[in-house]
């Protein structure tokens, strides 16, 4: 009997709940509104607004989140200096990593390319002057 009179008074629906009262005047769950309760150190609960949370920058050509560059909300990426923006790279704080190095490659790729087709062209332009050489001998016979 006395344990059970135990749980009841340690059960936490016997409880008084503390009401909490705003700060601000938006009473809406919005985005812009997201608030988190926080116990204070005199034992008081009240409502701490929250910010809004980015979700960082991504690769232009992948979408990838990239790497090494903080997650920054809104003005506080003006205030902060080029350093903590960008990466030491090539395309540094715009594409991954894997977007630069195959675009690397697809130059590359392109110029050796345009090199056969070059070499292509020239080593036609000898077969057809050798068929019309070979040509003219026989009309010559």
Same mark, same amino acid.
């Given at each position: 009997?006395?344990?059970?009179?135990?749980?009841?008074?340690?059960?936490?629906?016997?409880?008084? /709940?503390? $009401?909490?009262?705003? *700060?601000?005047?938006?009473?809406?769950? @919005?985005? =812009?509104?997201?608030?988190?309760? !926080?116990?204070?150190?005199?034992?008081?609960?009240?409502?701490?607004?929250?910010?809004?949370?980015?979700?960082?920058?991504?690769?232009?050509?992948?979408?990838?989140?990239?790497?090494?560059?903080?997650?920054? /909300?809104? $003005?506080?990426?003006? *205030?902060?200096?080029?350093?903590?923006? @960008?990466? =030491?790279?090539?395309?540094?704080? !715009?594409?991954?990593?894997?977007?630069?190095?195959?675009?690397?490659?697809?130059?590359?790729?392109?110029?050796?390319?345009?090199?056969?087709?070059?070499?292509?062209?020239?080593?036609?332009?000898?077969?057809?002057?050798?068929?019309?050489?070979? *040509?003219?001998?026989?009309?010559?016979?």
């Amino acid at each position: 009997l006395s344990l059970t009179v135990l749980v009841l008074i340690r059960s936490p629906y016997r409880k008084m /709940v503390q $009401r909490l009262t705003l *700060r601000r005047r938006n009473p809406y769950n @919005t985005a =812009s509104n997201k608030r988190k309760i !926080v116990k204070t150190p005199g034992g008081k609960l009240v409502y701490h607004y929250l910010g809004k949370r980015s979700k960082g920058p991504h690769c232009g050509d992948t979408g990838v989140a990239l790497h090494g560059i903080p997650h920054f /909300v809104r $003005r506080a990426n003006s *205030r902060v200096s080029r350093r903590q923006k @960008t990466v =030491s790279r090539a395309y540094g704080g !715009v594409l991954c990593m894997k977007a630069v190095r195959d675009r690397i490659i697809r130059a590359f790729l392109v110029e050796e390319q345009k090199i056969v087709k070059s070499l292509m062209k020239i080593h036609a332009k000898k077969e057809k002057s050798l068929k019309k050489k070979e *040509r003219r001998e026989a009309n010559r016979k």
